[in-house]
């Protein structure tokens, strides 16, 4: 961080603690009252910008943070199921082993809690976002934009979306949405 004030250089430290640059520079001990004009104008400041994205940089590398591990983790969420977390029938629910859960499977846990009263217990399983995932993941590898942008020689639109993936993202679709009563489950219209 060569050729910064000591002040910025501990601006760059606090910023990267939650990438708040208001509360980075009231910790870095810029005045309160001219807080946010002083965050704008060191943000803006290109020696500043650059500390940070290195800093960020080595960061990441330290951790061994990649956009593969990252999508990984998506993934995981993203196509996790229920089903391979616990087990349940009636008006009983059993947990799987968690020594038995691949690193996949336990990372898709959100919450696991247990209550226990006088007219006995309740188990409640909570799962990560799987659409809140899965829509990150599509961002990530370029799904929406394809979408949008990817036309045939026709000018139609190209599904962007490999079969399986699709597969995948029906199944979670129709799981979700109750049928509509009556409703066939091809489409209707019998013959």
Known sequence: MS???PARERFVEEFLVDMDPVAAALRAGYDKCNVRRDARRIMACPEVRRAIE????????RLRVTQDRVVQELAAIGFASMADVCRWSGDSLELLDS?????????????ITETTTSRGGTVR??????????????????????????TDEDGNLKD???PALRERLDAVYAAMVPPLRGA????????
Do not use: F, N
């Not at 290195?54 to 590398?61: F, I, L």
């Not at 799962?127 to 993941?137: G, N, P, Q, T």
């Open 3 to 5: 050729g910064m004030t």
């Open 99 to 111: 020594a038995l859960l691949t690193t996949e499977q336990a990372a898709a846990i959100a919450e």
């Open 125 to 150: 399983v909570k799962l990560h976002s799987k659409l809140k995932a899965l829509e990150m993941l599509a961002r990530h590898v370029g799904l929406y934009e394809e979408r949008l942008h990817g």
């Open 184 to 191: 066939e489950p091809d489409g209707g219209g019998g013959s």
């Open 54 to 61: 290195e800093a960020k940089k080595e960061r990441a590398c």
């Open 160 to 162: 962007a979306i490999p």
